[in-house]
């Protein structure tokens, strides 16, 4: 089987994340690039697992998933009250850790 | 000991005459802390006279003149030893100890009691008491040391005690200003005293007071020619900052600020004669340098004559009774330096008592006034205080040498010696105790005589029989003690020259000047003479300042060469011929100058510019380093993204 197909998705999916991280200023929108990348690594992680015939990383990446799904969960959890303090989801607003 | 022909006797009486006010010191310093400050000096009167009485022991059994050879030790402990050198902390009875302890411990005790009363008022008076005792327990190691670094740790602990009660009211600028100029004034001289102990210590290989005096001229003779002048010289440098003698006097009057009893034991009685007490220590080397003793003399006659002359017009009666101390101070340097040890000796005891009971007059007198100095305010005590006012009557005639009076024959011999070494000397010296006669006169009339001029004159009041107490003692003392060295057609004493003669260990002294023989008749004349020129001069000035009143008054230099001639030589003396701005324009100002420029140059732009540099080249590269930090989450992203790139590339590179 022919897995190069998915691994270049995953990559794909993983520059868009990039790309979608760097250039919005929307925190939203940046954590739902995070999620697209974390998903063209799990791509890839599932397509090396079929490559090289076992099935580990099928295994890894549902507990990955359960994580992310955690996380996700605690990150717009965050999002919210962060919003409901400073009024803003812009990440040019947070800048507390300027050196 | 390196003369074995020498007999040593020990003994541990000794160590108890330091030990007792040091328990003083300790009982009423860290133990006790009394609230009451009568109940503290009564502690530390209770030690100084068992002082007392253990130094009353010790000259009753050794007496003024040790049997030939004989040296007593109190072999106490060893000090310290290190290499070659080692310094036992051994106390040595000489007869000339015997006096300075009687004179220490005995006039130290009168003014404890006297202090009681003094300072009943003060809060917190057993520091004082401690200081006392301190002082106690210093002085008696300075006079009991047998090896110069015991000595020396005497003398630093006089000059340390002095500091302490100088400024003893410290929080007056000027008080803790007079401290700490008597301290580095001290400091200057005790160079000197160093100095002499490392030359002592490089040539003759030890410091025992009684082995120098055995290894004597003949030993200092084989060595370079200018080491025992330098080390003489060097101990006559500390001597003169500790018995005040020019050019390291300008302490003293200064001193003045500390509490009045104070005055009287350390800046009178006891401490300032230390210089002269050490001298004599190691006479038979100092009688070597006929050189030497003439640096010496001129010190001294210039001393006292300087210090008479600014005596005379001073207004506060503490300060004339300062300069009037390194007045007689230089008559006794002069003394030493004609190569009379024992006239110096002798009026180093005399001076003790008479010195001591102007003082406490004086103190007396400050108390019944509300602590006013000023003699201008005083006048008519003599109604108000009339047991103050005898004693002081009779303190002034012993130090102006009213005949048969203690001061009178200390004096005179005093004189006869400087009369042996030239008419010019003798004639200084007699103007100097011709002042001596007018400013003690001066001070007697301005306080006693007259009409009160202030309100406090008017309502003085008498001490009380805790401070006269002492001053009746010490006026006795004063009265008779000149008997116990009478001149030699009077055939009495010659207690101080046997005591001073058998205080060497055995060694003999040379006699540095030609013996000048004055026959009896002529001697007569000489002290009628004198006795009359200063009753002369006294009278004088009784007369006049007996009617002083502080608005129409015309002074006798006024008088005698009309006002506005007078008034340069009454202004420089006022103002003590501008010696402290002299001083202060010599030495204080390069020094301060010196100092601010080292402050700007060296401490200043080099040490804080080094540091300051530091922090800020840290600074400097740390504020471009935090610009990268912008605090932004997608600029740390960006970081992150532009470091994977490069390590993929890497990594393509090296694989590929």
Redesign the interface.
Known sequence: MNTEIYIVTGVVLFVLG?IG??SR?SALI?LMSLELMLNGTNLCLISFSRFHGNSEGGSLFLLIVLVAAAEAALALSILVSLYRTSGSVD??D?????? | MESTDVAIETTQLLRWIILFPLLGAILNGIILRLKSTKLAGIVATAASLAAFVASFMAVTRWGFSLEGASLVYDQWFMWFQSGKVSVPFWLEYTPISGIMLLVVTGIGSLIHIYSISYMEKEVGGYRFFTYLNLFLVAMLTLVLGSNLVTVFLGWEGVGLCSYLLIGYWFTKTENAQAGMKAFITNRIGDLGFLISIFLFLAYAGTLQIQELNHLGPQFFSALPSWVLPAALLGLFWAATGKSAQFPLYVWLPDAMAGPTPVSALIHAATMVTSGIFVIVRVWPLFASQPEVLNVVFWVGIFTAWLAALIALTQNDIKKVLAYSTVSQLGFMFTALGAGAPEAALFHVLTHAFFKALLFLGSGSVIHGMHHEQDMRKMGGLAHHMKFTHWTFVIGTAAIIGFPFTSGFFSKDLILAHALSRGMVPYALLLTAALMTAFYMLRAYSMTFMGKPRSDAADHAHESSPLMLIPLGVLSIGSLFMGWIQTPHFMGGGHLMETAVKSSWGGAEAMKPFAEHKISVGGEILMILAVVALILGVAYYSFKVYREFQSKKFISPAERAVGPTTAAPFINASQNKFFVDEAYDLIFVRPLRFLSGAFFRIVDETGINGLLHGMRKSLDFSSGI??????????TY??YL?AGAAILLIFVGRVLL
Not at chain 1, 94 to 99: A, D, E
Not at chain 2, 625 to 632: E, K, Q, R, V, Y
């Open positions: 990039v991280f760097l200023r940046a990440l040019d947070f800048r507390l850790l300027k050196g | 380093l935090s610009w990268a930090h912008t605090g932004n989450v997608q992203a960006w993204a």
